[in-house]
């Protein structure tokens, strides 16, 4: 059976950066990874019943709408996934306009039922610098409090993930000018 790895971060953290290097050195060593983005799999369900036009659209929707998206996200992925080894690229909570939403309640954990959550970090600061660089996404403007707020969040949500599924957490860094250290910290994990 293969691993069921959940890699999470804050918007802006290079979370899909760490894990596109880390399957590229895998690949090198005969390790082979099949990376999947939850969101992608939420976006897909949502443009087909024109609920959103992009993804950054979605985390705006009704809570009861977000949560059905996940269902079916979950789904999917557990569909997909069987014995391969499999990363899961999402968030471990969505800020929305109410407030956090869980990024893997109950519902996915069951259909997903990983064996790692990793979550990538860096110092707020960096985060709020890679967001003004990135003009392909549109994100809410917030400062460097809001940022570390939402890295606190995510740490304690994932701690409950942990509690229901057995699974172990890791946090991997991804420090500007030190990616292959991130790089290199994901690929322990994953080997």
């Known amino acids: 059976m293969g691993k069921k790895v959940v890699v999470t971060g804050v918007p802006g953290v290079g979370k899909t950066t760490v894990i596109n ?7 090198a060593e005969g390790v082979e990874y099949t990376a999947v ?3 992608t799999f939420m976006f897909e369900v949502a443009k087909k019943e024109n609920l959103a036009a992009d993804r950054d659209e979605m985390r705006k929707l009704e809570k009861d709408v977000q949560k ?10 557990a569909a997909v996934s069987a014995d391969a080894n499999i990363i899961i690229d999402t968030h471990s909570s969505v800020k929305t306009p109410t407030g956090f939403l869980a990024g893997l309640p109950e519902w996915v954990l069951r259909e997903l039922m990983p064996d790692i959550v990793v979550l990538v970090e ?3 600061d ?16 917030e400062g460097y409090r809001a940022i570390a707020e939402h890295q606190e969040f995510n740490r304690a949500v994932s701690a409950a993930y942990a509690m229901y599924t057995g699974c172990t957490i890791k946090i991997v ?14 690929v322990s994990v994953l080997r």
């Open 122 to 124: 860096t110092d707020p």
């Open 126 to 141: 960096q985060i709020l610098l890679r967001r003004l660089g990135d003009a392909s996404r549109t994100r809410d403007m």
């Open 68 to 77: 059905r998206l996940q269902q079916a996200a979950a789904s999917g992925i």
């Open 173 to 186: 860094r991804n420090e500007n000018f030190l990616l292959e250290q991130g790089i290199d910290d994901l």
């Open 37 to 39: 983005n939850f969101g």
């Open 21 to 27: 290097g880390a399957m590229e050195r895998l690949a």
